[in-house]
């Protein structure tokens, strides 16, 4: 017979006359990995993937199919008449982009300030820098909707409602990059950067050829993480901005007709709301990998 102390199987001899038991104390490895890791995993996928599939599918129906008593999982005749329709109501090309816009220019700005906030935290001593960082911690947990008020009072003060600056300028802040950046420097090994330093490399050419290519994945997360919550901001964009022209696309939905009493807008709705995380969606799948290495790296020194 056998035993499983610590992960590792013992083998431990018969006595005489014992009955032939091979048997291994503990559930199959292949029922533990699968009441341990595929059944949560692939229950998970389901929480999440079910609500966008059935959106997807929802803006081929006609209304009368979603607003139905009997289920319908597939249009019985697909067509493109939501998203014809929600064109008509809604200028698309215009408010896509806007979003292009308003996401590079602000995402850029932000990771470039958390690169460079990150590598000074952790690579710079100067009076404060503890208190500083403590001071960014503290505002991951404070929520962007405290601000918003002040926020609204100086950039319309200063003439920036309804003006693409006036929606980038009050999220450059970037706590998170900056909190992640600075936790992946500080597992860089200090000697590369050390010898660039005694052969004559500044801050500045330390950072672009050591430190940015070495922490390459933990500045792709940072990148991903960024162009996702600047594409999908709703507040700040739907107080900044009244005019159509200057809308970003999440508050171009508004626009549709509402849904109140009228079902047949639910396709229409279901259609734009496509459109609006399409384009995230694609990104985050085919760099999707970038964020597990990002995350993970700087976890084990």
Known sequence: MSLVLNRTRVRIPKAAGAPADESIVGPDPWTRRLLGGYLPLIAACLLIVAPLLWMVLGSFKTSGEVVTQDLVLWPHHPSFDAYTSASSKVNFPRLFANSVLVTAVGAFIKLVLAITSGYAFSFLRFPGRRIIFTLILVALMVPSQVSMVPNYITIAGLGGVNTYWGI???GLGTAFGTFLLRQSFMALPIDVLEAAEIDGAGHLGRLSRMVVPMAAPAIATVALITIVDEWNNYIWP??????DSRMTLP?????????????SAYPVLMAGAVVVIAPVLLIFLFLQRHIVAGLTQGAVK
């Open 168 to 170: 980038i300028l009050p």
């Open 251 to 263: 508050v171009g939905l508004t626009l549709l007709k509402n849904i109140e009493g009228d079902p």
């Open 238 to 243: 739907l107080v900044i901005t009244t005019d």
